[in-house]
């Protein structure tokens, strides 16, 4: 089967950046511009011609450059948002990860998730029921904990700072927590993005939180749902701080709007 994935770049800087995204997203077919192409990319002059060539072949295309120049070379090929493919755009240092094209119905916005948490980027997803959302549950627990009490001890936490499922626009979690069953089997039974936070950014912030004596023992961390819910989105504000519920241990932050 073909790879339905695709990631565009025109420098070198860029190709890092695509061959971090190739490792942690799955195979991938790799465009890069002639003066900076390895040899197993295709090459390319033009992004504006290669884009036509390339649109209604991949379900799924990262473009690592800039995103204006994105928009002008996709711009003739948008058809319609239930044909077009998901278009991210990210920068060549890796900070930004934005949904640019068929955002909800083509899957723009999970792209963008899932290319955040494989570059510790923060996804851009403007779309209105998505954003419109502002709460963020961050969640801890032990390898194979399940399911259930997962979302147990989310239910739980929403329900004790007047929150409701509706209204949350993230799971979040440590990256290590990146392929804990539970945690990716929540994020599909309710729907709600599974967004990963870098253990080392949570080390850097300087947030003040309820430390963790077992985060910090096991994994050299000040906690994990409590940092992972404030990160996880912007102008946070705890909601429920870090607590336990069934050895699953959770925390309730909120974004508020600017003022």
Known sequence: MPNDLALITLSEQGLKVCRLLAERLGPADLYVHREAAPPDAETFDRVVELS????????RLVYVMPSG????????SVQHKLKD????????LGRWAVSLLSGHEGGANDLAL????????????????EAAKDLIVGLGCRRGTSTEALEAALREGLGQCGGELSQVRYLASVDIKADEVGLMELSRRLEIPFRTILSEEIRKAPLDLQESGAARRRLDLPGVAEPAALLAGRRTRLILPRTIVGGVTVAVAREEEPV
Not at 85 to 92: F, L, S
Not at 119 to 128: D, F, N, S
């Open 85 to 92: 493919p998901a278009v991210v755009v990210t920068d060549v």
């Open 52 to 59: 036509p060539r390339i649109f209604h072949r991949y379900r």
């Open 114 to 129: 899932a290319v955040g948490n494989a570059l510790g980027a923060e996804p851009v997803i403007t779309t209105t029921s």
């Open 69 to 76: 120049v994105v928009v002008r070379a996709i711009a003739a």
